[in-house]
């Protein structure tokens, strides 16, 4: 069965400082990786994901994840960070059986 | 990318009662997703719904609590039947994106069900 791991619950970043959020998953074969925001009150947003080819990817609002099957992780990424990032972030895995499976979510503070 | 509508965009309900959440999507899709989001939770798909078929149940969500229906491509409903306290939560409806089986989905707004 497939699952994901987001280590950390909460993380408080000061505007303009670089964010890093963890993903780990668990999945039998290649997976297929996600991370999406949810701001207060709003459904989910895709930033990015990574289907195969270079492991290194880019997504929307300056942010980056980098799969890494040898540690299992998709760690999402971004130089600095804007108030407007203050949100959930989740990750998702999925497989050849078109089911997504999520994290726990990892809440981003911004102080100014 | 699919553009996804939710009606209501929320809604407070008495216990009891049950409440029919509409899905619309912009364009033709094949699969169509449901999700609960409870209180400080993350996402727990509910069901698949394709159309022309039964939709198919995850483990610990049945027909009878969650009936859903898919009349076209476009379009889905989730009903929440004799409602309790528990099942407050937001409903966020999804598409398959075409990309190839890869997985990649589109979500909806979200319906978020207070029970009484």
């Known amino acids: 069965a497939q699952s994901v791991t987001q280590p950390d619950i909460h993380i408080t970043v000061s505007e303009g400082a670089s964010l890093e959020l963890r993903c780990n998953y668990s999945y039998g074969a290649t997976p297929y990786l996600f991370w999406y925001v949810q701001s207060p009150g709003q459904g989910l947003q895709l930033l990015l994901k990574?289907?195969?080819?270079?492991?290194l990817v880019q997504g929307i609002k300056g942010f980056e994840a980098e799969f890494k099957r040898s540690q299992s992780s998709f760690n999402l990424r971004k130089p600095s960070v804007h108030w407007s990032d203050a949100a959930e972030y989740f990750c998702a895995v999925g497989g050849s059986d078109y089911k997504l499976s999520f994290g726990a979510g990892t809440t981003v503070t911004v102080r100014a | 990318s699919a553009v996804i509508s939710q009606k209501p965009s929320r809604d407070i309900c008495q216990r009891g009662t049950s409440l029919t959440i509409q899905c619309q999507v912009d364009s033709q899709v094949t699969m169509m997703f449901w999700y609960r989001q409870q209180p400080g939770q993350s996402l727990t798909l509910i069901a698949t719904a394709n159309q022309g078929s039964e939709a198919t149940y995850e483990s610990g969500f049945v027909i009878d609590k969650f009936p859903i229906s898919r009349p076209n491509l476009t379009f889905s409903t989730l009903t929440v039947s004799n409602m309790s306290p528990e099942d407050s939560s937001i409903y966020l409806c999804s598409v398959e994106s075409g990309a190839g089986g890869k997985n990649e989905q589109f979500f909806g707004p979200g319906t978020r069900l207070t029970v009484l």
């Open positions: 990574y289907f195969s080819g270079d492991t």
